[in-house]
């Protein structure tokens, strides 16, 4: 082999290193590019609608000064929200192709844990918006989602036929935050009780 053939393989060794240490994958960068929007967005119509109630209160602008002002703001808040639309549809295109190319990824702990925080805090909205953000419902052993199927559960299950504990996180947490200091609860019942247990991972907000 070549010296530039192992220079070639190390590189791609160090890519693949590169890929599986990073917290942040491209659907991160489209769903927090998506609340930029539509935090943008939101800002306007609240500064607009302030503007308005200003604008009609009594004594403080006159008629003719109050409709120059009324239709002049009206196009600087439509300005600012196409703006943020076409900003937006240019992001969401450029992330969309980069999501494609994205395959298969692991999450890791630090990633999993702003996740699971944002979703405490906001989950509600995440889901409203279909943001990839969002965190859906569902079953995970050692950190990986469990297939509802029962040939597939039967193989996850490391004891078959033991009783089964579901372990529940709270607000802002996942489910790899029953280890703390070293501890595993989980691991620690299912030790004690000779039982069987998988976490419920789920949209905590």
């Known amino acids: 082999m070549s010296r530039l053939q192992i220079s070639g393989l190390a ?46 209160a009594p004594g403080i602008l006159d008629r003719p000064a109050q ?31 980069l999501m494609a190319m994205e395959g298969e990824r692991h999450s890791t702990p630090e990633r999993e844990a702003v996740l699971a925080a944002l979703n405490g805090v906001m989950g509600d909205y995440l889901a409203a918006t279909d943001n990839p953000l969002a965190i859906s419902m569902r079953l995970r052993r050692d950190g990986q989602p469990l297939t509802l199927e029962r040939q597939a559960l039967a193989a996850a299950m490391l004891q078959r ?13 996942n489910d790899p935050q029953w ?27």
Do not use: W
Request: hydrophobic content about 45%.
């Open 161 to 173: 036929g033991s009783k089964l504990i579901v372990l529940v996180h709270g607000l802002c947490m």
């Open 67 to 97: 409709g120059l002002a009324g239709g002049t703001a009206d196009l600087a808040y439509e300005t600012v929200r196409e703006v943020t639309r076409l900003v937006g549809g240019r992001i969401a295109a450029i992330l969309a192709s």
């Open 179 to 205: 280890t703390r200091n070293g501890h595993n609860h989980g691991a620690a019942l299912a030790s004690e009780l000779g039982c069987t247990t998988v976490h419920l991972h789920y949209d905590s907000g």
């Open 11 to 56: 590189e791609q060794k160090h890519g693949a290193a590169m890929t599986s240490t990073t917290h942040v994958h491209p659907s991160d960068l489209f769903g927090f590019s998506r609340l930029a929007i539509d935090a943008t967005a939101g800002l306007a119509d609240l500064v607009e609608a302030m503007h308005h109630a200003i604008a009609r």
